[in-house]
């Protein structure tokens, strides 16, 4: 049975239920993971007071975040391909602000464990919890910049009457003027930029920090594990801006197989990406694990965890 026509090949119902069950199955199972990981950060308070953790749960925030926004406006697409602009506004917006928020999140976890490796002596002064929930004030509302942006030069260009039609909801389709472009590309390019740099920066000055003095290599070693892996998560969001151009070159060469295409890349750059933070910070963070084994067993675990550390 032929339900929907895109980009010259009809989709049929096998095929739109079995996208949409992918996203759904991908979403629920990595959101009940992170639920795992935030539940145990709430149930112990000893993650409360490390600025470091604090960080992973922010992460872990915005990952839900994204990827709720990700995969209802992914199944909006088939239940209700025209949807309301202003409605769509605010699913563009907030998926938008927790995008951006991701490099920037990572930036702060990279400079936390530098001034960590390299001015043990200062650590505890500069990252106190309370700098770092100013620091993710400051996250929200850099990464908001690009919405807000793109909000105000949609009010200046477009009638209000714009938003009370309907269309598909996906931003280049809602924030299509070449100043919504041009906006968005020296918004996405300039903080990526400045991450990439910025990672660098922390990678090297721990690993010559780290071969200059002798005194606690272990931590050294594993800051700069960290390092790198917050490099392999910003690499996936850096490939993601190039989704459109991959969509791009790929469907012009494979014209009949666009719709295929389209929801490989959307998996590939939108889904998977958000396994990569639990993977990190709930099985690799040693003690992490054991707290969330404990909260998971109720609380048995809880005497032999403490008698551990």
């Known amino acids: 049975m032929n339900i929907s026509e895109f980009n010259g090949r ?6 739109i239920i079995f996208k949409n069950l992918i996203v759904f199955v991908f979403a629920f199972i990595i959101n009940f993971i992170n639920s795992l990981l935030l539940y145990t950060f709430f149930k112990n308070p000893v993650f409360a007071q490390e600025p470091r953790y604090i960080l992973y749960m922010h992460l872990i925030i915005n990952d839900i975040i994204t990827l709720s926004v990700t995969a209802i406006l992914f199944v909006f697409t088939y239940l209700i391909p025209n949807l309301n602009v202003a409605i769509c506004c605010i699913f563009i917006l907030t998926g938008s602000n927790v995008y951006e928020n991701t490099p920037l999140n990572l930036a702060g976890m990279a400079i936390e464990r530098f001034v960590a490796v390299c001015y043990p002596l200062h650590h505890a002064r500069i990252c106190t919890v309370p700098n770092t929930k100013i620091l993710i004030g400051i996250i929200w509302l850099v990464g908001a910049l690009p919405g807000i942006v793109d909000m ?4 200046a ?3 209000l009457s714009f938003f009370t039609t309907s269309r598909m909801c996906y931003q280049q389709n809602v924030f299509n003027s070449e100043y919504h472009i041009i906006s968005h590309a020296v918004f996405n390019i300039g903080y990526m930029c400045s991450v ?4 660098f920066y922390t990678y090297f000055k721990v690993l010559f920090s780290a071969n200059a003095a002798a005194s606690e ?3 050294a070693q594993k800051a700069r594990r960290t390092i790198l892996l917050h490099g392999v998560q910003l690499l996936l969001c850096t490939l993601s801006l190039f989704t459109t151009v ?3 070159a790929l469907g012009d060469l494979f014209p009949y197989y666009k719709s295929v295409i389209y929801f490989c890349t959307f998996i590939l750059t939108s889904i998977l990406p ?5 993977l ?3 099985m690799r963070d040693q003690k992490f694990k054991k707290y969330m084994k404990s909260s998971l067993m109720c609380g048995h675990g809880k005497r032999a965890i403490d008698l551990s550390d």
Not at 152 to 155: C, D, K, Q, S, T
């Open 280 to 282: 990190i910070y709930g």
């Open 217 to 219: 290599p272990a931590q």
């Open 152 to 155: 105000f030069v949609a009010l």
């Open 246 to 248: 991959l969509d791009g």
């Open 157 to 159: 260009l477009s009638p």
């Open 196 to 199: 990439w740099v910025l990672l």
């Open 274 to 278: 958000r396994l990569l933070s639990p």
């Open 10 to 15: 009809q989709e049929f119902l096998g095929e």
